[in-house]
């Protein structure tokens, strides 16, 4: 939808040699989806921005608001939302990396594109630090400045249909 593979090139979310992952773009189409259904707005109201987004042309004030970040105002100061790829990118990357990591063939699962005498470093760091990312992005009732979360509370008459529920947080252990 808005995200794609170009938002992966530079760190700290870089993902190297694209090209021998046929299936990541359609990797990014199915978590951006599935983080802004069933997570971050809503069925409905991510219906309406993916409609929004799929005409092309000028987007409504609103639809531009959080595709591409805004100022908003809360408790009286204002604060910045980095806009929608800013928001998503570290939950994808995070996503990413443990798919990535090995391959599976007809002789079982193997490390994706690692010599034969190299270590595989552990990857859960990276992992975490792209969350710990996302989830300081995202915001929640308790914490609002500079985040998706207190930009979507303070826009709220526009965006009627919204439908928040924050992701679970994962770390290293996958708990």
């Given at each position: 939808m808005i995200i794609d593979t170009t938002d992966f090139v530079n760190r700290p979310f870089k993902v190297p040699n694209q090209e021998e992952s046929k299936d990541f773009k359609e990797f990014i189409e199915a978590q951006e989806a599935d983080l802004g259904r069933n997570f971050l707005l809503g069925q409905a109201l991510y219906a309406e921005f993916a409609a929004a987004i799929a005409a092309g042309g000028t987007l409504d004030a609103k639809w531009e608001a959080l595709k591409t970040g805004a100022t908003y105002t809360y408790n009286d100061v204002l604060y910045r939302y980095g806009g929608w790829v800013d928001l998503v990118r570290p939950y994808i990357y995070s996503e990413w990396l443990p798919v990535a990591t090995f391959k599976l063939?007809?002789?079982?699962?193997?490390?994706?594109?690692?010599?034969?005498?190299?270590?595989?470093?552990?990857?859960?760091?990276?992992?975490?630090?792209?969350?710990?990312?996302?989830?300081?992005?995202?915001?929640?009732?308790?914490?609002?400045?500079?985040?998706?979360?207190?930009?979507?509370?303070?826009?709220?008459?526009?965006?009627?249909?919204?439908?928040?529920?924050?992701?679970?947080?994962?770390?290293?252990?996958?708990?």
């Open positions: 063939t007809n002789v079982g699962v193997i490390v994706n594109g690692t010599p034969q005498q190299s270590n595989i470093k552990n990857q859960g760091p990276f992992i975490d630090d792209a969350l710990a990312k996302f989830f300081s992005k995202l915001g929640d009732c308790y914490y609002q400045i500079n985040t998706f979360y207190g930009f979507m509370k303070a826009n709220e008459a526009d965006y009627t249909d919204w439908e928040f529920c924050k992701p679970h947080f994962k770390n290293t252990f996958d708990l």
